[in-house]
């Protein structure tokens, strides 16, 4: 599990670690052991009210934890998509159960494929490498 141990239900210690793991996971890569997680479940593993942890959300992202959650998982399918990873790899890594389903996700919130996006990316580092 990536997250800590939980202080006691809303203590001031808690909220110090969700900071802490949550700013680790916002600046991480590959964070994608979080990738099943949902907002009761983050509440459960802190220790917090599902209540407590919405308005932490909305006051530190101004999102609910479900939408930074979203916006994580659609951030690290750019990314992946960027370093070659096929869009059916990216889905089951993301915890897409469907391929298609991630990519109407996916075009919803970046406006292209993820098909596209991957050979978008890797035509340019063909051209790239074409170029040395």
Same mark, same amino acid.
């Given at each position: 599990?990536?997250?800590?141990?939980p &202080?006691?239900?809303?203590?001031?210690?808690? @909220?110090? =670690?969700?900071? !802490?793991?949550?700013?680790?996971?916002n600046?991480?890569?590959? #964070?994608t052991?979080f990738?099943?997680?949902? &907002?009761?479940?983050? #509440?459960?593993? $802190?220790?917090?009210?599902? @209540? !407590?942890?919405?308005? $932490? %959300?909305?006051?530190? %992202?101004?999102?609910?934890?479900k939408? =930074?959650?979203?916006?994580?998982?659609?951030?690290i &399918?750019?990314?992946?998509l960027?370093?070659?990873?096929s869009?059916?790899t990216? &889905?089951i !890594?993301?915890?897409?159960? !469907?391929?298609?389903?991630?990519?109407s996700?996916?075009?919803?919130? $970046?406006?292209?494929?993820?098909?596209a996006?991957?050979n978008?990316?890797?035509?340019?580092?063909?051209?790239?490498?074409?170029?040395?």
């Amino acid at each position: 599990m990536p997250f800590k141990n939980p &202080a006691p239900n809303g203590s001031s210690k808690s @909220r110090v =670690w969700i900071e !802490q793991d949550l700013a680790r996971l916002n600046h991480s890569q590959l #964070a994608t052991d979080f990738t099943d997680y949902r &907002a009761a479940r983050l #509440a459960a593993t $802190y220790g917090v009210t599902l @209540r !407590q942890l919405r308005r $932490y %959300f909305q006051k530190s %992202f101004g999102l609910s934890p479900k939408d =930074w959650l979203f916006e994580k998982r659609m951030t690290i &399918a750019h990314r992946l998509l960027e370093t070659g990873e096929s869009v059916k790899t990216v &889905a089951i !890594q993301l915890g897409f159960k !469907q391929p298609s389903h991630f990519g109407s996700v996916f075009k919803r919130r $970046y406006g292209l494929s993820p098909s596209a996006c991957h050979n978008l990316n890797t035509s340019r580092k063909r051209d790239t490498s074409q170029m040395s």
